[in-house]
């Protein structure tokens, strides 16, 4: 495991489960932030390079898919002086007065894709899988308790400057979901399930009425298509009629009884399981799902119809390594690897803290700011470490003490330190 030497301060992604993240390996580059500007570096530590220059604060930034481009927001300057809170695992603030911009890994003059205004705050933006286009949200900085339901959906082109060509998508209780191909996105309402062209256009219905229980806690109020498939179905949560019977209530206390549901074209629907659930997602390569119930995560393979059960820290971030074989659980107070294959679990990280935190589960009207990077590299075998105060590594204290760690993972999961 090897140190960088140069004092980082990163940004890194919730929920995701698709999962902002320090610094993400793209390619053989490293991106952080450092004092709000945008750098990249070598795995090596050398030849650093400040991509971003502007005087405005850089507050949240991410890798386009070929790892060629970076999307970033830029703080108003009428908001500088403000306190904002950020999230303590992945230090993502929330909707903030911001512009939004694309620039070159090389650097050079950022195109700004929206203009930053004092009455009108911005997400982060999200890719999506061509690279060509970006979703976001966008809401007055003047309504108050807004909910996903009220705020504007945009989808802009990466290199359309101020707002041209930028196209409205539908309302939507759940963050607009890219199909594989990116041709079309998905979401939900009070008249069902609906696609839409990423013009926002030819919209079409594939269930009709509000989905039971809906709108649910921000973290479960998804409709996600299955990654890597011909033939996708779609993955989203419902009120159970009964309440689960192995699964325990999560330490919030306040997250409901949900059954997990898989959606074909033809309307027919299965459901995965009945829990306490307060996050899921797909694996990349659509063939297992991740949910979490507070402290215990669980991977349900689809094709064997087996599910893998283990402890997690409540709250903790996940990852999926890009091949799927590895999940990487980033907590406030430990980091964990699993090697879904053979059910192994290890602690990597963690710090002397003897005590536990619980995590509130965010209301329907919470604004959710998804984790746009990865800790992965796109090879699957390296992986960042962002040690926050947790020194302990595998149970041995770490010499060089804080800073940001490149980890080189094998096949069978064996770290190399």
Same mark, same amino acid.
């Given at each position: 495991?090897?140190?960088?030497?140069?004092?980082?301060?990163?940004?890194?992604?919730?929920?995701?489960?698709?999962?902002?993240?320090?610094?993400?390996?793209?390619?053989?580059?490293?991106?952080?932030?450092?004092?709000?500007?945008?750098?990249?570096?070598?795995?090596?530590?050398?030849?650093?390079?400040?991509?971003?220059?502007?005087?405005?604060?850089?507050?949240?930034?991410?890798?386009?898919?070929?790892?060629?481009?970076?999307?970033?927001?830029?703080?108003?300057?009428?908001?500088?002086?403000?306190?904002?809170?950020?999230?303590?695992?992945?230090?993502?603030?929330?909707?903030?007065?911001?512009?939004?911009?694309?620039?070159?890994?090389?650097?050079?003059?950022?195109?700004?894709?929206?203009?930053?205004?004092?009455?009108?705050?911005?997400?982060?933006?999200?890719?999506?899988?061509?690279?060509?286009?970006?979703?976001?949200?966008?809401?007055?900085?003047?309504?108050?308790?807004?909910?996903?339901?009220?705020?504007?959906?945009?989808?802009?082109?990466?290199?359309?400057?101020?707002?041209?060509?930028?196209?409205?998508?539908?309302?939507?209780?759940?963050?607009? =979901?890219?199909?594989?191909? +990116?041709?079309?996105?998905?979401?939900?309402? &009070?008249? #069902?399930?609906? *696609?839409?062209? !990423?013009?926002?256009?030819?919209?079409?219905?594939?269930?009709?009425?509000?989905?039971?229980?809906?709108?649910?806690?921000?973290?479960?109020?998804?409709?996600?298509?299955?990654?890597?498939?011909?033939?996708?179905?779609?993955?989203?949560?419902?009120?159970?009629?009964?309440?689960?019977?192995?699964?325990?209530?999560?330490?919030?206390?306040?997250?409901?009884?949900?059954?997990?549901?898989?959606?074909?074209?033809?309307?027919?629907?299965?459901?995965?399981?009945?829990?306490?659930?307060?996050?899921?997602?797909?694996?990349?390569?659509?063939?297992?799902?991740?949910?979490?119930?507070?402290?215990?995560?669980?991977?349900?393979?689809?094709?064997?119809?087996?599910?893998?059960?283990?402890?997690?820290?409540?709250? =903790?971030?996940?990852?999926? +390594?890009?091949?799927?074989?590895?999940?990487? &659980?980033? #907590?406030?107070? *430990?980091?964990? !690897?699993?090697?879904?294959?053979?059910?192994?679990?290890?602690?990597?990280?963690?710090?002397?803290?003897?005590?536990?935190?619980?995590?509130?589960?965010?209301?329907?009207?919470?604004?959710?700011?998804?984790?746009?990077?990865?800790?992965?590299?796109?090879?699957?075998?390296?992986?960042?470490?962002?040690?926050?105060?947790?020194?302990?590594?595998?149970?041995?204290?770490?010499?060089?003490?804080?800073?940001?760690?490149?980890?080189?993972?094998?096949?069978?999961?064996?770290?190399?330190?």
């Amino acid at each position: 495991m090897r140190q960088l030497r140069i004092a980082l301060l990163l940004f890194l992604l919730f929920l995701s489960l698709a999962s902002c993240s320090p610094g993400h390996l793209g390619g053989n580059e490293i991106a952080f932030v450092r004092d709000g500007h945008l750098w990249t570096i070598d795995p090596s530590g050398a030849n650093a390079f400040e991509v971003v220059t502007e005087s405005a604060p850089v507050i949240g930034y991410a890798w386009s898919p070929d790892h060629h481009i970076f999307v970033f927001r830029l703080l108003d300057s009428g908001h500088a002086s403000k306190h904002y809170a950020t999230n303590p695992i992945t230090g993502l603030p929330g909707d903030l007065p911001s512009s939004l911009n694309t620039v070159g890994i090389d650097g050079g003059v950022p195109i700004p894709i929206v203009a930053s205004s004092i009455d009108i705050q911005h997400s982060n933006a999200w890719w999506n899988t061509s690279g060509n286009r970006l979703l976001y949200r966008e809401e007055s900085t003047h309504m108050q308790d807004q909910s996903p339901i009220d705020v504007s959906w945009w989808v802009s082109q990466n290199d359309q400057p101020d707002g041209i060509a930028r196209k409205s998508l539908p309302a939507s209780y759940s963050i607009p =979901s890219f199909t594989s191909s +990116s041709s079309m996105v998905i979401g939900s309402s &009070l008249q #069902g399930i609906f *696609t839409t062209t !990423l013009a926002g256009t030819n919209l079409q219905w594939l269930a009709h009425g509000m989905l039971p229980g809906h709108p649910l806690p921000a973290t479960l109020e998804r409709v996600l298509w299955q990654p890597a498939h011909q033939q996708p179905v779609l993955l989203y949560a419902v009120t159970a009629t009964s309440l689960p019977s192995s699964s325990p209530q999560p330490s919030t206390g306040n997250a409901p009884a949900v059954q997990l549901v898989m959606r074909d074209y033809s309307g027919q629907t299965n459901a995965i399981t009945t829990c306490y659930c307060t996050q899921f997602a797909w694996s990349p390569n659509g063939n297992s799902i991740l949910y979490s119930t507070g402290t215990t995560d669980t991977i349900y393979t689809l094709k064997q119809h087996t599910a893998f059960s283990f402890t997690v820290e409540d709250g =903790s971030v996940p990852y999926w +390594s890009p091949d799927s074989q590895f999940l990487l &659980l980033d #907590g406030l107070h *430990t980091l964990s !690897l699993v090697q879904a294959a053979n059910q192994r679990q290890q602690q990597l990280l963690a710090d002397t803290s003897t005590g536990t935190a619980t995590s509130a589960l965010p209301d329907a009207h919470a604004l959710l700011q998804p984790v746009p990077n990865s800790l992965w590299a796109s090879d699957g075998r390296h992986f960042l470490v962002l040690t926050r105060g947790r020194l302990l590594w595998q149970g041995r204290g770490l010499n060089s003490g804080n800073g940001l760690y490149s980890v080189t993972i094998d096949d069978q999961g064996h770290t190399q330190v």
